[in-house]
């Protein structure tokens, strides 16, 4: 799968992208990912990206020439077909079910807005308006480094087959508790089922628990 990041600041994704189970992704070939800078696609030697708003108000607007071209960019990359999305807090909200539902494209192309947001057209430019919930956040690029992740985790291979199946939100339910080494800390005990060696026991624990969280 690939995803196509465009922002206005790509070296915020570095660190992330290059870390645990994303990097292992992209070094497994199940997952690339290009970060386009959206100041590439101007049109004036000053590489202007954004202008004020039309009928006066505070802060600055991504422009749709500028948008548009780094979005067929972007398309042009891969014969496969792309779903473009706009970062937007006005969008649909993520969860996990639509995590899943986005995972089984090709191609994602992830329009980080900024400052004041972007020119309205854009809107007409993109597939879906995708929020991570009800905050304002200075830009689209938390909300794409949060959109990658959650994808690229369940796509298969990315993880063991068995770490996605009890995991919170599958089936919708909630994960059992879990506990590691020590058994005791200061007075903190772990359930002494989970130490009794009782593999048939332990699952019935953890389905009891389980069903009890999540109601
Ligand atoms: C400061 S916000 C713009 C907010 C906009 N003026 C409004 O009131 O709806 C700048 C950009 O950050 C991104 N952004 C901020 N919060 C977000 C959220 N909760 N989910 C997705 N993207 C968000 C969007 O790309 C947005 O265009």
Redesign the pocket.
């Known amino acids: 799968m690939l995803f196509s990041v465009i922002s206005l600041f790509p070296q915020m994704f570095e660190q992330v992208f290059n870390l645990s189970i994303l990097k292992r992704a992209q070094e497994k070939k199940l997952v690339e990912i290009r970060l386009i800078n959206l100041r590439d696609f101007t049109l004036d030697k000053y590489k202007t990206v954004d202008d004020t708003p039309y009928g006066g108000g505070v802060?600055m607007l991504l422009k749709i020439d500028v948008v548009d071209k780094a979005i067929s960019f972007a398309k042009a990359h891969t014969p496969d077909k792309s779903l473009t999305i706009?970062?937007?807090?006005?969008?649909v909200t993520l969860s996990q079910t639509l995590c899943r539902k986005l995972s089984q494209n090709q191609h994602i192309i992830l329009l980080?807005?900024?400052?004041?947001?972007?020119d309205a057209r854009v809107y007409d430019l993109v597939d879906l308006r995708?929020?991570?919930?009800?905050?304002?956040?200075?830009?689209?690029e938390i909300?794409a480094m949060a959109v990658v992740d959650g994808i690229t985790r369940l796509i298969p291979g990315v993880l063991p087959q068995d770490a996605l199946t009890t995991e919170t939100f599958t089936d919708n339910k909630y994960e059992f508790p879990q506990y590691t080494r020590p058994a005791k800390y200061n007075n903190m005990t772990v359930p002494p089922v989970l130490l009794s060696g009782n593999h048939a026991l332990i699952s019935k624990w953890r389905r009891r628990l389980s069903k009890k969280i999540s109601r």
Do not use: A, R
């Open positions: 802060g706009l970062l937007d807090p006005q969008g980080c807005g900024h400052y004041e947001g972007v995708l929020s991570i919930g009800n905050f304002i956040l200075t830009g689209g909300p």
